[in-house]
């Protein structure tokens, strides 16, 4: 029989026969959100409510035979429809499938009952904000389109090299002058803005009401040039640097070992924590792609490291993050780290890896012993997570072949997965959109549904759901350009892989020697 038209598809379906005549609906329950957001966004489809008459939808929140609170149990039948859950994120979910229902069956609802509960209990999407701005209603979109994928953590990628997203107040000139760069690679045209606290706390609570679990990044100890900009103080050496305007990983982090380093690393995450907090219990504090060789000049860096006993600045990066950690632990949330360091240690028995990729040559025996010595790992595989590579190098047939728990990882540390859409090249919601989608689609049930899925089958799906999603304005990238042909595929990955322009190697590199030559004589001169 032919599956229904949903998508992330449900634990359990039957289908019978008949239809159900649904020209008109009328919602039967106590006005929430959840009944009030269905209302809204199906107006959007074409389908009309009335409050006389018209096919009852009975709702409760409050049901306690559904074990899962983010189940739901969807029903239709010649006595109208029915949605039972037990609690308002179930109810959200069975609304969401609802939706999609009335937009693909019009007035005839074949006769059905989905019970419904997720796979994983983590499902994330990285949004980056901190190469490219994003306003708040875009954000607010970027939140409903969650909601309808199922997806209840929204990673907020705040700060980077190229911008600096989130106010602080006792550090003002972050955003004053950290969130503006003067122009974006090769062009001329200046980017910026910056997210008010207001905003913050507008965007968490709608996110709040829709089931989502917003968790902050500001990442540590690099990517942080838009701060070094502002307090050059942060450096090693205090030097001027502008806040960086082309793609690629800065070169100067946060200098390790001196205190008021950590003092402005602990007040950020104070206010960022006051922002975020009731609405999240992880904190991510990054770790990623840290280049260490200003520590190898720096003085305070060295002196801790002797002091410390480590044995290099890869230590001297877990003493850092170790720290960090501590505060967060304190404070009574979880840090999550990217594997940017050696993973295979613990920096902190509760702290979180966040699995990106494994760096040291595909070997998953790395990631199982990182995975089985922490906290917990979220599984963010590049290969096929990252939403903003071509299609050429992750169609949307890979990324429904994606499996969130591999094969002989340990399933007792399991958090959840993400899938990540990163910037550099999306510098609005309508090229975001065409980079999500379809493919946000195909990762969501991935991350839902558990089991084989057949992917010729969750095409047809698929083409019905491109087409609602269109009405609730997400324009989604075609299906024949998502599953591009080789040739296709290589001219999108040579357009892409133009960005090793834009990554100013031949600066670093010049840059470092500079550095090199300069600090290192300052530093025999003292010794």
């Not at 019009?106 to 059905?112: D, E």
């Not at 990628?157 to 550090?171: A, N, P, V």
């Not at 491109?466 to 609730?472: C, N, P, R, S």
Request: glycine letters at 8%; proline letters at 4%.
């Amino acid at each position: 029989m032919e599956r229904l038209k949903l998508i992330p598809y449900p634990k359990n379906v039957e289908i019978f026969d008949g239809t159900l005549d649904c020209k008109t609906l009328k919602l039967c329950g106590q006005d929430c959100f959840a009944a009030a957001d269905f209302m809204e966004k199906a107006k959007k489809s074409g389908v009309d409510f009335s409050q006389e008459s018209g096919v009852e939808i009975k709702y409760y929140a409050d049901c306690s035979d559904i074990a899962d609170a983010e189940g739901y149990e969807l029903t239709v039948s010649a006595d109208g429809i029915e949605i039972r859950a037990s609690s308002q994120a179930g109810l959200l979910y069975g609304f969401c499938s609802l939706r999609q229902l009335l937009f693909n069956y019009g007035n005839a609802l074949p006769y059905c009952k989905i019970q419904d509960e997720p796979y994983l209990k983590y499902r994330g999407l990285l949004f980056d904000v901190g190469r490219y701005f994003f306003e708040k209603k875009d954000v607010f979109a970027i939140l409903d389109f969650c909601l309808l994928h199922k997806i209840n953590v929204l990673h907020w990628h705040l700060t980077e090299d190229q911008g600096w997203r989130i106010e602080i107040d006792k550090y003002p000139l972050l955003t004053q002058k950290g969130s503006k760069r003067s122009h974006t690679n090769f062009g001329v045209r200046p980017h910026g803005g910056f997210y008010s606290k207001n905003d913050i706390r507008e965007i968490v609570a709608y996110a709040n009401e829709r089931n989502i679990q917003v968790i902050p990044e500001i990442d540590m100890p690099g990517h942080i040039q838009s701060a070094l900009a502002c307090y050059p103080y942060l450096g090693c050496f205090d030097r001027k640097l502008k806040v960086a305007t082309h793609w690629g990983v800065k070169h100067d982090p946060l200098c390790v070992g001196k205190e008021s380093t950590y003092e402005f690393v602990f007040d950020v995450l104070e206010e960022v924590i006051e922002l975020f907090g009731k609405n999240t219990k992880y904190i991510h504090i990054g770790g990623d792609e840290v280049f260490r060789h200003r520590w190898k000049l720096c003085e305070h860096c060295q002196s801790i490291l002797e002091k410390e006993g480590l044995k290099d600045e890869e230590e001297l990066q877990m003493y850092f993050m170790r720290r960090v950690s501590e505060w967060v632990v304190d404070k009574g949330y979880i840090p999550i780290m990217w594997n940017g360091l050696n993973s295979d240690k613990v920096v902190h028995p509760q702290g979180v890896w966040h699995f990106w990729s494994d760096e040291r040559g595909g070997n998953n025996d790395v990631v199982i012993r990182s995975a089985k010595n922490s906290g917990g790992y979220i599984n963010g595989n590049s290969a096929y997570s990252y939403l903003d590579f071509p299609y050429g190098w992750l169609s949307v047939k890979k990324a429904y072949e994606y499996q969130p728990l591999p094969e002989g990882f340990p399933e007792d540390k399991f958090v959840g997965s993400e899938i990540s859409l990163w910037t550099e090249y999306v510098p609005n919601f309508k090229t975001a959109c065409a980079r999500l989608l379809p493919r946000a689609c195909a990762s969501s049930e991935a991350m839902w549904l558990e089991g084989k899925k057949d992917y010729v089958e969750f095409e047809n799906r698929l083409k019905s759901m491109v087409k609602y999603l269109e009405t609730q304005g997400y324009k989604s990238c075609s299906l024949k350009k998502a599953n591009p042909s080789k040739l296709r595929g290589g001219l999108q990955s040579a357009w892409f892989n133009r960005r090793v322009l834009h990554w100013q190697g031949l600066h670093n590199l010049i840059d470092d020697a500079y550095v090199e030559r300069k600090f290192s004589k300052k530093r025999k001169r003292k010794q």
